[in-house]
């Protein structure tokens, strides 16, 4: 998990790492991310949005890939690893929204879903 944590410290990721159960955590301004390799040589991947992120158990984008360079790659093509974070975000306004059936929660999730992305 060398390259992994690598191509994270040069993308300015504040990173944990757990050696023993070769797990790689990383966050930046906007993302959360886990990567774990299992023993048969698969990396599981997670992504969430930071300042969204409640627990790995409803958080988040998860997939399996088969090396290094495929998560190196997911998460270099920020179109691709931003728009998974933000569509799993969107999945959560409307189901929280849904469930807590307020305006005023929804019009606070929106804010914060918008200051996210609008541009300085």
Do not use: P, Q
């Not at 930071?50 to 790659?73: L, P």
């Not at 997911?74 to 409307?94: M, P, Q, R, W």
């Amino acid at each position: 998990m060398k390259k992994i944590k690598e191509f994270l410290l040069n993308n300015k990721y504040e990173i944990y790492e757990d050696k023993l159960n070769n797990i790689i955590e990383g966050n930046n301004e906007f993302l959360h991310i886990l990567v774990m390799k299992k023993d048969e040589g698969k990396y599981l991947v997670r992504n969430a949005i930071g300042c969204y992120f409640d627990r790995w158990a409803n958080s988040g984008t998860e997939f399996w890939v088969n090396s290094e360079d495929e998560v190196i790659k997911y998460f270099s093509e920020k179109t691709k690893c931003i728009t998974d974070a933000v569509g799993e975000l969107v999945y959560t306004v409307i189901e929280e929204s849904e469930w807590a059936n307020s305006d005023e929660k929804i019009r606070k999730m929106i804010d914060g879903l918008y200051s996210l992305i609008k541009d300085e």
